[in-house]
C-alpha cells in the first residue's frame, strides 16, 4: 500500500514522477511553494496552481542535528538530516530535507533532483544529489 503524504497538497502522489505543489501569481508572476491563495509580492488574489520543475541546484544547506521543536512531526528516534534550499530554474527556491547529511557530500549549486522519502509512516518531498539518484 502506498503510505500517504506528510500533509495534503505538497506534491502530486502517488506518482512516478512526482512534482511540488506550488502556485503562480497571473498578475506578476512570482512563484511561491508551498502554494498560496494570494500573492505575497503584489497581493493579487489571481494565482494559479503550478507543478514546479524536479530538478535545481543547492542554493544553500546546513545538517539538522537535533531534533526540531514541535511541531515537528519526524519519527521518534531523531537522526541528522540535510536541509537546504533548491533553487528550481525561472521559479522558486524550496526550503527541502535533503538525502544527504554528509558534509563532504554537499556543495553550493549541485544539482538536485526531486525525491519522495519515507517519513514515519508517511511520505514528505526531498532533493537528492543528481549523481546519487543516477546511480
Ligand atoms: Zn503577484
Redesign the pocket.
Known sequence: MTPPPVAPGLFTWPADEPRLIGSR?R??Q?VNFPARGS?P??T?VDVERDLLGRTGSLYTWTVQGFRPKPPYAGPEEFEPYGVGYVELPGEVRVESRLTVADPDRLRIGMAMELVIVPFGGTVTYAFAPSEDSAA
Open positions: 501569481c498578475a506578476c512570482v500573492c509580492a503584489c493579487s
